[in-house]
């Protein structure tokens, strides 16, 4: 009878096998010991695809307006970073563009990579390391903290003058509701699963 | 109270990365089957790790709260502002679902992650850890809600971009933005390296 230690305090618990579409928590502390989904690769992929789109569409096109004086100044995502590095700040240009476009990026890409070729049959060369760079990087994809923090500046700007949110901000609301379903469809019990489907 | 059956009493490994449970081998430089990520029983050096990364943020903190974040200069004058006179004039302005926000992302979490850190790095010090349950929750409370301090900085942003408007008014960054990325970086990255077993270990040896 195989058995599950749990990731958070260590306790073993015996397992007959892992159920389908369930989530099962520790008995001692509840940390979630395992969680497997309902959605197929078909899902993850068509997120992940839907994903990619919203995101061009965000880091393309200008995310807010401000207009003073009858001039309008638009901003990109890549502009914002750019404006703290032109005032000597390159770490938190480096921060920005690593949480709110590096990292939702490499996420998509990476699931796409690997999620294609297990759909097709096969294994993608490297998943393992990939997977590793996808578990890490989950905590530091903040797309849904920056688009609080774009509303936080449209309201302190409203104070003072016009300003409006642009279609980039609309994708990137999106894009976040995307990237939290497509972690929602892919726990790591599942990922796995998948993959050595794949393997046979 | 019957001793805990755990992981460490079976001779079994958690990979912290996959979750997969593994057979621990005695070779050192263990990796885990499925993910080929290293497993190790306890994680190596974690207390002191995240300890030292949570004294930084400590250390941090001061100067992230006390200085200005930023300065706008308009035609009439320069204001600086500190992430708390931000919350005021928000509020001030009658936005108060933002400004509670603003204050709850920026002030009160950060502050809670350090005390909560703090609190639970000294209760394993002492050997004998009460409440394991209850430190847990507390462990995986300021695990989540940690990103959300990095609103101001993604606000900030913005508006140094977009409040630039030459001899009308401009939107500076001040030092301090860094020291309050370097809090919110700075306990995420203690947060990771925390291991949670650690909390119950004086429970598992029963």
Redesign the interface.
Known sequence: M???????????HRVDKIAPASRVRCV????E??RTGTAGVDTAIALALTGLVLFIIANTYP??A?K??G?T?M?TLT??????YD?G?A???V??SF??VLVPLTQILAFLYVLVPVRMGFRAPGQ??L??IL??LR??G?SE??V??????L???S??AE?SPHIALVAYGLLMFTLTALASVTP??QF?QWVSRARQ | MSRAVTGRSLGLFVCTRCRATVRAIAAAGQRCPRCHSPVHARRPQSLSTTASLVIAAALLYIPANVLPVMRTHTFFSDTDDTIMSGVISLAQSGSWPVAVLVFFASIVVPLLKLVAMGEILIAITRKSVRLPQQRSRLFRVVEFVGRWSMLDVFAMSLLVALVQVQSLATVEVRPAALAFAGVVVLTMLAAQSFDERLLWDSQNRG
């Open positions: 195989p058995v599950i230690v749990c990731h958070a305090c260590d306790l073993a001692r502390c509840r940390a010991l395992y995310l807010v401000f003073v004086n001039t100044r901003t502009g914002a970073a750019l404006g703290l005032q700040y770490a938190l240009a921060l920005v949480t709110a393992e390391g997977f590793r578990s890490a905590p530091w903040m903290v920056f609080l923090g774009a509303i936080v500046a309201v302190k700007l104070a003072q300003v790591t019990e796995w």
